[in-house]
């Protein structure tokens, strides 16, 4: 008992000791992969689920703060070239008096002046007085001065528009930094303590974000207070041509508590365009309006993407790296790979609904690259082991053949020395029982035993030769027709003084039938094997039946016996060679268990079948034994 007790708690040991040495390697793994920098396959993988979230429908309302006012080439060909600095200022007027409304200029610069903005110098005047007089005019570009050297100093620009209301609203160019993508994804909020426009503009439509520390997902960043932009997909901003905004075609209360930002989209200069998300999805760029009007609407709605820790990532990534040590190690290829294809869909779809329902941005890249480099790097450790077990089995396994074979060998010569001197006894006893030297009784008897002892090591020294001849090399038919039911008299009419002696009667309902091709010998061994185990298990003074019939292009053969029945646990397995049920091996009747394997095995080799129907919590019990053969064959 302590020896079970004390190998018991080995193996717990050993198996607490393994997953101990796996949690340590999954950690050295996660460490390893999570040092790893992978920003650029991380902006695609959530750029791909912004898109798919795109696909079916998310987020595909209009934006209810921000809409475009774009000069587009009708606008230009209405004008016969670019409206001049008299039409913005109509322009200005024609907007002038919306309610609540900011007016956003998103126009290159070039030698200080506004691209594309011509007109007299009058003319020039008359629009930076009507945009400053309108005080909700604001004109944008990607400088930003260092503190102490002037507001916007390198912003100025020439006489006589140099009183124009000029902001800092830089886009971040991450194709030199970070995942050098050439999406713009980020919002510089402020820089050297000084707010920048997109933050003091979108602060006036929502006042929480007043104190940065309010704003979601918001990190410092190289002196800078920086967010995650949230894309909206392309042109779900309203959009109106500069034309009819000036031609008073478009209400104006449209624009009430409305940013307006007034850009160019003519394809006329690179410098118009920007990357996004969607890019990759084979749409079009978007113009620098609509990714200025992204930066306001994820600040007015503060719900840009909140990128996790590094310690929930490091979990994540650990988490991952044990089940996929698991996987590798322990389940089946086919099924693990199922099972990682699963963890992979499950942990994309629920990242994927965190990022584009709750704006939480997980780290998919290493979690995912940790699933495959996990995998592709243990896999062949767990090869290198599984064959050398193969090879172990192997080199067991070729022990085995040769001790079998030895073994079979050994049974044949033996088999073969033992039958010479049983026929030489069962000779001396037919020339002593034929003798007319008279034999007291007790003679009599022992002679019939050593007789009956003979007899019955013969036909166990018979099983093992065929049993031997079976393993080695097989046995060959040796078919002719022959009438089954005439087989069936001539095994019946052999075992008649063993029924008479246990007072069994033997009946017969054999049908008319034609000749089937069968080997003589084989079936008349499966035949008599079947009636001698009817009568050596049937009680005395009971009866045992013998059916034959054609049913379609089959012949069946039935014996039927009264005896002690086959227990249900034991009926699959009672056709094992060797194999003897419980209830028989404690009962005095003899047997090797071969005689019904090798019934299994002939009627096999005549492609037939043999079947065993038996209930042991039947009232009469007994068993049904059936041979299926086929007519042709």
């Not at 503190?147 to 100025?156: D, E, H, I, M, Q």
């Not at 200069?269 to 079009?284: C, H, R």
Request: with cysteine.
């Amino acid at each position: 008992m302590n020896f079970f007790s004390s190998l018991k708690h080995n193996l717990v040991n050993n198996r607490k000791i393994v997953f101990v040495y796996k949690l340590i390697v999954a950690a050295i793994a996660a460490t390893v992969i999570q040092s790893i920098s992978f920003d650029l396959l991380e902006v695609y993988l959530s750029d791909s689920q912004i898109r798919i979230a795109t696909s079916i429908g998310t987020d595909q309302k209009q934006s209810p703060n921000v809409v475009l006012v774009e000069i587009t080439p009708e606008t230009v060909k209405k004008f016969s070239g670019y409206p001049k600095a008299s039409h913005h200022t109509d322009l200005l007027k024609k907007i002038e008096g919306c309610f609540n409304c900011n007016i956003v200029y998103n126009l290159r610069k070039t030698n200080g002046q506004l691209s594309n903005v011509d007109g007299s110098y009058e003319e020039k005047a008359a629009f930076a007085k009507k945009s400053i007089q309108l005080q909700n005019v604001f004109f944008i570009f990607d400088d930003m001065d260092l503190a102490g050297n002037g507001a916007l100093l390198n912003s100025k620009l020439s006489l006589p528009m140099n009183a124009l209301p000029l902001s800092s609203a830089p886009k971040t160019i991450d194709s030199k930094i970070n995942s050098k993508s050439p999406v713009t994804r980020r919002i510089i909020l402020d820089y050297q303590n000084q707010k920048l426009f997109h933050f003091q503009l979108a602060e006036k439509y929502n006042e929480d974000i007043k104190d940065k520390k309010n704003i979601w997902g918001s990190f410092e960043k190289s002196g800078t207070t920086q967010v995650f932009i949230h894309f909206r997909p392309n042109n779900t901003f309203p959009r109106y041509d500069f034309t009819d905004v000036y031609e008073g075609k478009i209400d104006k209360s449209l624009f009430n508590n409305k940013i307006i930002i007034i850009g160019e989209n003519t394809f006329n200069s690179i410098d118009d365009y920007a990357d996004s998300p969607f890019v990759l999805e084979g749409k079009d760029v978007i113009t620098t309006s609509e990714l200025h009007a992204n930066m306001l609407e994820t600040l007015i709605n503060n719900n840009a993407p909140k990128k996790q820790p590094k310690e929930v990532n490091f979990f994540i990534t650990f988490l991952l790296s044990i089940i996929t040590l698991y996987v590798a190690l322990s389940v089946k290829p086919s099924r693990g790979i199922l099972i990682l294809l699963g963890t992979f869909i499950i942990f994309w779809i629920t990242s994927g609904l965190l990022l584009t329902r709750f704006n939480i941005w997980l780290d998919m890249a290493h979690p995912l690259l940790t699933i495959f480099l996990c995998y592709y790097f243990f896999i062949p450790y767990r090869l290198i082991i599984e064959n050398r077990r193969s090879w172990e089995y192997l080199q067991k396994n070729k022990l085995l053949q040769q001790v079998e074979e030895l073994k079979t060998n050994f049974i044949s010569m033996m088999s073969h020395d033992l039958k010479t001197p049983i026929a030489r006894i069962q000779g001396m006893t037919e020339v002593i029982l034929k003798d007319d030297v008279h034999l007291s009784s007790t003679q009599r008897e022992a002679v019939d035993t050593i007789k009956g002892s003979s007899d019955d090591l013969l036909k166990f020294i018979n099983s093992i030769l065929q049993y031997g001849r079976i393993e080695s090399q097989g046995v060959e038919l040796h078919k002719q027709s022959k009438d089954i039911n005439q087989l069936l008299k001539d095994v019946i009419k052999k075992h008649e003084f063993l029924a008479k002696v246990k007072k069994i009667k033997i009946n017969t309902e054999l049908e008319p039938m034609f000749p089937v091709p069968v080997d003589l010998d084989l079936m008349k061994q499966v035949l008599s094997n079947l009636v001698e185990n009817a009568i050596k298990y049937s009680v005395e003074d009971s009866t045992v039946t013998v059916k034959s019939r054609e049913e379609s292009d089959k012949v069946l053969i039935e014996v039927i016996d009264n005896g002690m029945g086959i227990p249900a646990e034991d009926l699959p397995n009672i056709f094992m060679k060797f194999y003897r049920s419980h209830n028989v091996k404690t009962s005095t009747i003899k047997g090797t268990g071969l005689g019904l394997y090798l019934a299994q095995y002939f009627v096999n080799l005549h492609k037939g079948e043999i079947t065993v129907k038996s209930d042991v919590t039947s009232e009469n019990h007994g068993s049904t034994f059936t041979v299926t053969l086929p007519l042709n064959t």
